[in-house]
């Protein structure tokens, strides 16, 4: 996930050193967990905003927010602290400081929610008990910076579809539907193949897709001042239904296909991937999981 990863950077940034004031929810299924409670990092400094997984972590000395965005979740500054903001989740409200031209900043932290799903949430968590609390203590290991050995093991523990295994948190973190179909074309592989099969073999082109892809989507993401939407980010073949492969040079002409579900899509080229076969792509496939 490098729109988090780079979004966490720029929070940080911003808001790193300001003391909480106050921790202010709006909708009282935002916040997951009853204890502890989030007053506790009431009057002390933000010490950083991190990244595990496709979730945002707060630090406070004593406590971490996890922070889940969903799909239409986004955590902002929020410079107005409208009484009643659109699509307000919760807001972390800083003291004011003194910016250099003398002026105060009293920019907040605002977490929203468009739409009516409502899935967005903050889990608050104490310290030092992250990696073993709900929701981090299911995920696997972080795609980045993952070896081939560690990825070779963990596709032998259980025969699953590539592009399944890579967007299943518990196996390895932070991989979303966009990245699992750009790091199945960059590696030259099936998203259908299944993770027995690939072996040691596949397990170094995979993880090497991954660092790629990653690198890629961070330097992109580094360079813009706020967080993309999805339409925004550059792929090879996710979304890029009908269009040319980026490879017809390479192989002949040849157009990025799709295998439709009921959550998301399979996009490949089947001359970079499958051998140039094509993959049942009709309605009895839709809903299949
Ligand atoms: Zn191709």
């Given at each position: 996930?490098?729109?988090?990863?780079?979004?966490?950077?720029?929070?940080?940034?911003?808001?790193?050193g300001r003391v909480l004031a106050k921790f202010q929810p709006f909708n009282f299924t935002a916040l997951k967990t009853a204890v502890p409670a989030p007053?506790?990092?009431?009057?002390?400094?933000?010490?950083?905003?991190?990244?595990?997984g496709k979730y945002l972590l707060i630090d406070f000395e004593p406590i971490t927010f996890v922070v889940h965005l969903m799909q239409g979740g986004r955590l902002v500054a929020d410079g107005k602290r409208s009484a009643n903001p659109r699509g307000?989740?919760?807001?972390?409200?800083?003291?004011?400081?003194?910016?250099?031209?003398?002026?105060?900043?009293?920019?907040?932290?605002l977490l929203t929610e468009q739409g009516k799903e409502r899935r967005a949430g903050i889990w608050c968590v104490a310290a030092g008990e992250v990696e073993t609390s709900p929701p981090i203590d299911r995920l696997g290991p972080e795609a980045a910076g993952i070896t081939a050995d560690d990825l070779a093991a963990r596709f032998g523990k259980k025969s699953m579809?590539?592009?399944?295994?890579?967007?299943?948190?518990?196996?390895?973190?932070?991989?979303?539907?966009?990245?699992?179909n750009e790091i199945c074309w960059t590696a030259r592989v099936s998203?259908?193949?299944?993770?027995?099969?690939l072996g040691a073999t596949g397990a170094v082109s995979i993880a090497g897709a991954i660092a790629d892809c990653v690198a890629?989507?961070?330097?992109?993401?580094?360079?813009?001042?706020?967080?993309?939407?999805?339409?925004?980010?550059?792929?090879?073949?996710h979304n890029q239904t009908g269009g040319p492969c980026r490879r017809s040079d390479e192989h002949g002409p040849d157009t990025v296909r799709a295998v439709e579900y009921s959550?998301?899509?399979?996009?490949?080229?089947?001359?970079c991937q499958t051998k140039g076969k094509v993959l049942a792509d009709n309605t009895t496939s839709k809903f299949l999981k």
């Open positions: 996930m490098p729109e988090i990863e780079a979004h966490a950077e720029r929070l940080s940034h911003q808001f790193a007053e506790l990092a009431e009057g002390l400094p933000l010490l950083g905003v991190r990244r595990r307000g989740q919760a807001r972390f409200v800083f003291e004011p400081v003194e910016r250099s031209d003398g002026s105060l900043d009293d920019t907040a932290l579809r590539l592009h399944g295994f890579l967007r299943d948190q518990r196996m390895i973190a932070g991989i979303g539907r966009r990245l699992a998203p259908f193949s299944t993770t027995t099969s890629d989507g961070l330097s992109e993401e580094r360079s813009r001042a706020t967080m993309s939407l999805s339409r925004e980010r550059i792929c090879a073949v959550g998301y899509t399979v996009n490949y080229c089947p001359s």
